[in-house]
């Protein structure tokens, strides 16, 4: 940021940059897909009502959220891509399964998003329950895969 901030506004879609020719990844955990899904289709669809090229976005599953830093890697590394967009939902369970997960999911991202100096953007829902995680992949709380496509896009405005 060149200039000192005069209008710091809530997260908003205003003023997005021009990503016309920006290449997106979206990584994508098979677990709950009925949540991930939603959040999958909520990202696609607004990088592409915002302007990216449907082919210039291409996508990926794997097995589970753990694996989605790995998954980022393997897109974040290549020079032909711009941002990453990783997707899961991790569903707090009776064992500590849970923050496990969680934790080595959001260290792995932010170790890859660190090491190829890009967006890769945690869009990774870590509810108590399944009727959480819908309310916020298309509910009552919106899409948070909507809201990680713009962050990824707003990300690259600091390029
Ligand atoms: C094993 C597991 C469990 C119990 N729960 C979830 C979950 O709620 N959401 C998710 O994305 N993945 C889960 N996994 C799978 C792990 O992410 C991972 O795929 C396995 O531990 C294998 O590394």
């Known amino acids: 940021m060149s200039s000192a901030l005069k209008n710091l506004s809530d997260f908003s879609t205003a ?10 990844a979206i990584i994508v955990s098979e677990w709950n897909t009925e ?6 289709t909520g990202a696609f669809d607004t990088l592409v009502k915002h302007g990216v090229q449907e082919n210039h976005i291409v996508s990926a599953q794997v097995p589970g959220s753990f694996e989605l830093s790995l998954g980022a890697q393997k897109f974040a590394q290549r020079e032909d891509i711009d941002a990453v967009i990783c997707l899961g939902c991790v569903i707090q369970g009776e064992t500590r399964h849970f923050d496990f997960i969680c934790q080595a999911v959001a260290d792995g991202i932010t170790n890859v998003s660190l090491k190829y100096n ?3 953007i945690f869009g990774v829902l870590t509810p108590n329950t399944q009727e959480q995680a819908m309310d916020r992949a298309g509910g009552k709380h919106g899409n948070k895969g909507d809201e990680a496509a713009i962050t990824a896009i707003k990300m690259l405005a600091l390029n």
């Open 15 to 24: 003023n997005l940059p021009d990503v016309s020719q920006k290449r997106f």
């Open 35 to 40: 949540v991930t899904g939603a959040l999958y």
């Open 118 to 120: 890009k967006p890769v």
